[in-house]
C-alpha cells in the first residue's frame, strides 16, 4: 500500500466521493472544503494535524465525519506519543498549514529510524531513536526536547 | 574506459559496470537520483514518449526494478541555494480566460499560486559521482556521452561534468558489499541486510509519480 491508498482508505474516503483517480481524491482531501463538526460552511484542513493509520485516523481539527478520531493534543504532543508507543504499524504524519499539503510531499513512516513528518513547506526526515544534529529538522529538535525535559512542547 | 574510445572486450552487453561523472561544479541532488532515471531522461529526449523512455532503459530489472545504483559521492561541502520564480499571469495566460472584477477588469492578482516563489535546493561539492550498474555498457555509453549536466538546475549551472568513465565493477547496482541497498528496493524483493530501516520510496520510474512508491530498503537521501 503506498500513501495515497493509505490516505483515501482510512481517511479520504470519509471526506470525499472516491472516483477511481487516486492521486485527484488525494487532492480534494487535502485542498478541498470539508463539513465542520460545529457546522456552517465547508472548510479546508488548515491548522492542527493529523495521523493516518490502517486502522483509522486520528486529527486535531474537528471535522462533521464520525469515522475520524479528534484529539485535542498538540502536534509535539500526538507525534511523540505515537512514535514513543511505536508498535510498527505504517503512518503518515502531517501537518498542515494554510496551504495544502501536496500529494507528492506524503510519505509513510515505517521505521523509527526513518520518521517522515508530512508538510506544505516539504517532508521532514529524521531518526527518533537518536539525538539531532546542529542542522536537524524543527520536529527532531523539539521532540527531544520534549523527551529530554519530560515536559511538553506547543 | 574513457567514453569515445571503447577498447574491444573491455565492457560486454549486461554485465557490472561502474559509472563515473567527473564534475566540475556543484549539483543539487533531490531524490535518489539513479542511473536509470538519467538515462530514461535521456531516452525521453529522443523518443518524446515516457512509457517507451522507461522501457528501454538499457540497465537489467527484475519485476521492473533497475539494476542501477543511487548515485554515491562524498561531498566535501553541503549547502543550501534558494531560486525564486517570478509567476506571472500576463506572460502566459489569455486575459478572456480569466475572471474578471465587478468592473469588467482583470483581478490584479486573482490566484495566490501565481505570484513569486521561492525553493531551496540542498546543493553539494563533491569531485565525482558513482554509480553501479548491470545494463549494456555501450548504449548507456551513447546515451550519457552527450549529457554536459546533471541534477536539478542544470541551466542555472549546477553539475557540470568534465568527463564520464566506464569501468568494469563486480556489484550489481543493487546491493553493496556490507549488504546495504545501493538504490530503493521494495521490501519483498531485498536481498540484504534487512535490519537496516524501511522507508517510503519510489522505486521505479516514474520517480516523481507518487504511486510508484512503496515500502523499500533504500540508501538515506
Redesign the interface.
Known amino acids: 500500500m503506498?500513501?495515497?491508498e493509505l490516505l483515501n482508505q482510512n481517511f479520504g474516503r470519509y471526506l470525499v466521493p472516491q472516483t477511481g483517480d487516486?492521486?485527484a481524491d488525494a487532492q480534494a482531501v487535502l485542498s478541498g472544503g470539508h463539513d465542520m463538526a460545529k457546522g456552517g460552511t465547508k472548510q479546508r484542513v488548515a491548522s492542527g494535524w493529523a495521523i493516518i493509520k490502517p486502522e483509522g485516523a486520528t486529527m486535531q481539527f474537528k471535522l462533521a465525519a464520525r469515522e475520524i478520531k479528534y484529539a485535542e493534543k498538540t502536534r509535539y504532543e500526538a507525534f511523540a506519543d505515537l512514535l514513543d508507543n511505536w508498535n510498527g504499524t505504517?503512518a503518515i504524519l502531517m501537518e498542515f498549514d494554510k496551504k495544502p499539503i501536496p500529494?507528492?510531499n506524503?510519505?509513510?513512516?515505517?521505521?523509527l529510524?526513518?520518521v517522515?513528518v508530512c508538510s506544505a513547506k516539504g517532508v521532514e526526515?529524521f531518526?527518533y531513536t537518536i539525538e539531532p544534529e546542529k542542522d536537524g529538522c524543527k520536529t527532531h529538535k523539539v521532540l527531544f526536547k520534549q523527551r529530554k525535559s519530560g515536559g511538553v512542547s506547543k | 574506459m574513457k567514453l569515445g574510445s571503447p577498447p574491444e572486450g573491455t565492457i560486454t552487453m549486461r554485465k557490472s559496470i561502474r559509472v563515473t561523472a567527473a564534475l566540475k561544479s556543484p549539483f543539487i541532488k533531490v531524490g535518489h537520483m539513479t542511473l536509470d532515471g538519467i538515462l530514461a531522461a535521456q531516452l525521453f529526449d529522443e523518443l518524446g514518449d515516457v512509457d517507451k523512455a522507461h522501457a528501454s532503459v538499457p540497465v537489467n530489472q527484475t519485476n521492473g526494478l533497475f539494476h542501477a545504483s543511487a548515485a554515491i559521492f562524498e561531498p566535501i561541502d553541503k549547502a543550501k541555494q534558494a531560486f525564486i520564480a517570478g509567476l506571472r499571469e500576463t506572460h502566459s495566460i489569455n486575459p478572456d480566460q480569466i475572471k474578471k472584477n465587478k468592473h469588467g477588469q482583470l483581478h490584479k492578482k486573482f490566484d495566490s499560486s501565481l505570484t513569486n516563489v521561492m525553493n531551496s535546493y540542498p546543493v553539494y561539492a563533491a569531485p565525482e559521482i558513482t554509480w553501479y550498474a548491470e545494463g549494456d555498457a555501450v548504449e548507456i555509453e551513447r546515451l550519457l556521452s552527450p549529457v554536459q549536466f546533471i541534477g536539478k538546475r542544470r541551466a542555472a549551472g549546477f553539475g557540470e561534468v568534465s568527463a564520464w568513465l566506464i569501468e568494469d565493477a563486480e556489484l550489481d547496482g543493487l546491493i553493496g558489499y556490507a549488504g546495504e541497498p545501493l538504490r530503493p528496493i521494495p521490501i519483498d524483493m531485498f536481498t540484504g541486510d534487512k535490519s537496516l530501516?524501511?522507508?517510503?520510496a519510489a522505486w521505479r520510474p516514474a520517480y516523481?509519480n507518487?504511486?510508484n512508491?512503496?515500502?523499500c530498503y533504500a540508501p538515506p537521501?
Open positions: 503506498n500513501a495515497i487516486a492521486v505504517p500529494v507528492g506524503l510519505f509513510i513512516t515505517y521505521d529510524r526513518a517522515r526526515t531518526d | 530501516p524501511i522507508v517510503d516523481w507518487v504511486l512508491r512503496a515500502a537521501l
